[in-house]
């Protein structure tokens, strides 16, 4: 029976497309469900065309409404025909005439190229390239064996050996097969055949990996359905409608096979992880692995899927919704932060203590001790020693070793502190009131005694959680298989959390998965970006003691790299805020999809008066408020985390607001805690900008954050 099958180009278009045109498509995939092949290519209201001018005999275009047309793969053999696009019928006809389709040897898979646009280019660069010698070009250094083996079939060979540098790589990029372009520049990026055989080709080949048998190039059916990364087949109308009517997220249909292996392995027989930089798709795996996990999940059993802030809670239960349709199993999982699972097990009345109330309460509990040193000593040491490693008892704190403290601190000093800590959290229960943490570590208790919760914790945004945190999680599932599945990047780190999970007791090894695409950004955003943080050690999330790496972190998406604006004044600042806002929404960018940052609140304000002042709607980001609301979000950076936006403006990105001197802990307090600090500082920057899928504006007045100018110059 023939069916259409849709490809990742098309859906791509599909936010732009007019409902009478998705109702034409959703006709025509009836059509190819109900008619025989026969009276497919005779039936006169789809007009299976094949193009005159067409370089590729397979390719051909349908009717999907008057004046649009369907591009089409119609392969010579099987019934699988494949939807690459819809366009204006001049456009279609001018798009399709130019595209080749083949079968890759090395991937099996479906491939498309501008075949016309490449063959066009081509002789020119040859005769720049006639004045080089052949290891002078791009790839001058890789055999045409290695070439072959990581799946650059021939064509693409001819025209890869004739480029001299990386600019020319990114004039051809666009119209090289999209596999084939990948393996070209991780090439270009100087990964070694072995790395870029492991990391892009292998993985590819996961859902062939039993199949030996020399490839078929003419066996399309075949290859269709081994392209599941770029096409779908659709056998269901409802699913189909689900698609054509939703907002069209490609990560809900085409998961990297990377990513598909991770969230849809049947069973991990314990704790997993999986870590990378920024916007490589590790909250879709989370969100992937708890429909996965729904899918097995017993009566009564239920599914806790945590994130770090209520911004974060609300995109996650709206991703969810969008990939899980049964809503009574969606119920079956609870969406919430760490500190409101702990203020709901412990189910108290006390009020959490705000942002500005602890500080007084550490110095009246110090005067009552007599303790002399400084209360942010007595904070950290609360945080970072005591609830950190669940120390109870005077005695567990005098032995306890002090990890990650920058100061000694003598056993004969040890029973002062311990009293005065004592002393602030008696005071706090006393005055009705308590800590997230301490909740934490309240609940973790409770649920010592009463048992678990959850059959399956998913945790995203892991990086930022504080042992007390974790000990929360663990005692909130049974140590069993797939009992925690943990996403985070430690490049993310932006609150003061120094985490071990080998220490804690959760062991991930050999069941940890490091992800390299990013997806969000594109590479010259990504590229400046990461020179924030170049050169910084980072510590694992499963270990400390071993550090992590952005090698190989990569985007293939292209654009423009950030525009950097040296303000004079903080209102001429505000002034090329409105200007640039103005810009992106005169070239299209819908006022929701921009966001604008900054390191304060009252920096928030200050943008959204400005920009409400200039006529652009603009209000502060809630977890709460309903999406899709028209106007320009902004925020404190601490609250950008985890989401994203078409184009934002960091703002403020002044030497005295990153580092933020009252947030780094002076060096003789603690040297250590200094470091921590500033490199959370510096992480912060890096969160907002990471932010960004193609525009991204960094403005500052007066003396630049020293990051940026460190950034600037590693470029
Ligand atoms: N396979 C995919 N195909 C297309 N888009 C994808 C895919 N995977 C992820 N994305 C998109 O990439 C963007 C980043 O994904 P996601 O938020 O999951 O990344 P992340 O690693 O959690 O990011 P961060 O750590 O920065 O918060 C999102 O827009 C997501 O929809």
């Known amino acids: 029976m023939p069916r259409l099958a849709f490809d990742i180009g ?188 492991r990391e892009v080709v292998a993985v590819n080949l996961a859902a062939a990996e039993n199949d030996t048998d020399p490839v078929d190039t003419t066996d399309y059916a075949t290859a269709i359905n081994r392209t599941s990364t770029r096409i779908a087949v659709i056998s269901d109308g409802d699913e189909l409608r689900d698609i054509l009517s939703k907002p069209f997220d490609a990560w809900r249909v085409f998961l990297h096979p990377s990513q598909h292996k991770v969230a849809y392995r049947a069973s991990y027989s314990g704790p997993a992880q999986v870590s990378g930089g920024p916007g490589t798709g590790k909250t879709v795996v989370a969100m992937h692995r708890v429909r996965h996990l729904l899918k097995f999940l017993r009566d009564g059993e239920r599914i806790l899927l945590t994130t770090y802030t209520n911004a974060l809670v609300a995109a996650l239960r709206s991703g969810l919704a969008a990939l899980v349709d049964d809503e009574e199993l969606r119920e079956r999982v609870d969406i919430t932060t760490v500190d409101a699972l702990a203020s709901r097990v412990v189910s108290t009345s006390r009020r959490p203590l705000r942002g500005g109330e602890e500080e007084p309460r550490w110095q009246q ?72 943490l301490g909740t934490c570590s309240e609940a973790a208790d409770l649920l010592g005694e009463k048992g678990p919760r959850y059959r399956h914790i998913v945790v995203d945004e892991a990086q930022d959680l504080h042992p007390v945190q974790w000990r929360l999680l663990r005692a909130a599932s049974a140590d069993r298989p797939d009992d925690l599945f943990i996403a985070g990047d430690p490049h993310q780190r932006i609150y003061d959390s120094k985490v071990s999970l080998k220490a804690l007791g959760i062991k991930v090894a050999g069941r940890s998965t490091k992800m390299r695409k990013n997806y969000r950004s594109t590479h010259e955003i990504l590229s400046w970006s990461t020179g924030l943080l170049v050169g910084r050690p980072f510590e694992q999330l499963e270990d400390d003691s071993r550090n992590e790496t952005l090698l190989g972190y990569r985007s293939s998406l292209h654009g423009n790299g950030p525009q950097l604006h040296a303000a004079a004044s903080a209102a001429g600042e505000l002034d090329a805020l409105v200007d640039r806002v103005r810009a992106w929404m005169e070239n299209g960018v819908a006022p929701d999809e921009i966001g604008v940052t900054t390191r304060f609140n009252k920096d928030v304000e200050k943008a959204i008066a400005k920009l409400v002042a200039a006529g652009i709607p603009a209000r502060k980001l809630r977890a709460d408020s309903a999406e899709g609301t028209d106007a320009v979000r902004v925020g404190t950076m601490h609250s950008f985390k985890g989401l994203e936006f078409r184009c934002v403006a960091v703002t403020g990105v002044n030497e005295d607001a990153l580092p933020f001197s009252k947030a780094v802990t002076p060096v003789e307090v603690d040297r250590l805690q200094h470091e921590a600090d500033l490199m959370s500082e510096r992480c912060l920057l890096f969160v907002a900008c990471t932010r960004a899928r193609d525009g991204l504006f960094v403005s500052w007045a007066g003396e630049p954050s020293r990051f940026v100018l460190e950034a600037t110059r590693a470029e």
């Open 365 to 436: 509990a110090a005067q009552a001790t007599g303790f002399t040193g400084t209360t942010q000593f007595l904070a950290q040491e609360y945080k970072h020693v005591v609830l950190a490693q669940n120390l109870r008892t005077q005695e567990e704190y005098e032995a306890a070793d002090r990890p990650g403290r920058g100061r000694a601190l003598p056993a004969s000093a040890r029973p002062l502190v311990w009293r005065t800590i004592q002393t602030f959290v008696d005071q706090l229960a006393a005055d009705g009131l308590r800590t997230y």
């Open 10 to 197: 098309f859906c791509a278009q599909l936010g732009k497309l007019q409902g009478t045109v998705r109702q034409g498509v959703f006709d025509a995939w009836e059509k190819f469900e109900r008619l025989t092949l026969d009276q497919l290519f005779k039936d006169p209201g789809l007009k299976l065309e094949t193009l005159q001018q067409a370089r590729d005999r397979h390719i051909r275009t349908i009717r999907i409404d008057k004046g649009t047309r369907g591009v089409v793969l119609a392969p010579s053999s099987g019934d699988t025909f494949v939807l690459l696009r819809v366009m204006p019928h001049d456009k279609a006809i001018d798009w399709a005439v130019k595209q080749k389709a083949s079968i890759n040897t090395v991937t099996r898979s479906v491939e498309l190229r501008d075949i016309a646009m490449l063959d066009e280019l081509t002789p020119a660069y040859e005769r720049i390239a006639a004045d080089t010698t052949p290891d002078q070009r791009l790839f001058g250094k890789i055999s045409d064996g290695d070439m072959a083996a990581l799946g650059v079939d021939a064509t693409t060979l001819r025209q890869a050996r004739v480029l001299t540098s990386v600019e020319q790589l990114e004039v051809f990029a666009p119209y090289f097969p999209p596999d084939q372009r990948e393996v070209l520049e991780y090439l270009a990026a100087d990964f070694t055949v072995d790395q870029i055989w």
